[in-house]
């Protein structure tokens, strides 16, 4: 098993009960479910970050192929 630490979060009394009821209807305890939806949270940001990386390369792509259009500089008729 992995060394877990301990994370203190201050919550809203009314996100605290939602928590509580859903690890509940999970059957897990709060604990998990927390680790659970930051793991979940985590893996949503990194994917969101490499579509933004992908949207960005695929952007520069077309331009430079725009770019390079029409140009006979690279020696080919």
């Known amino acids: 098993m992995e060394d877990l ?3 203190w979060i201050r ?3 009314a996100l605290a009960a ?3 009821a859903a690890a509940k209807q999970m059957g897990v305890s709060k604990s998990e479910f927390a680790r659970r939806a930051l793991e979940h ?3 949503q940001h990194m994917q969101d970050q490499m579509a ?3 949207r960005r390369v695929a952007k520069e792509s077309a331009d430079a192929g725009r770019s390079m259009e029409g140009s006979s500089a690279d020696g080919l008729t």
């Open 5 to 7: 630490i301990y994370l």
């Open 11 to 13: 919550l809203s009394r």
């Open 18 to 20: 939602g928590v509580k």
């Open 41 to 43: 949270f985590q893996v």
């Open 52 to 54: 933004d990386l992908s």
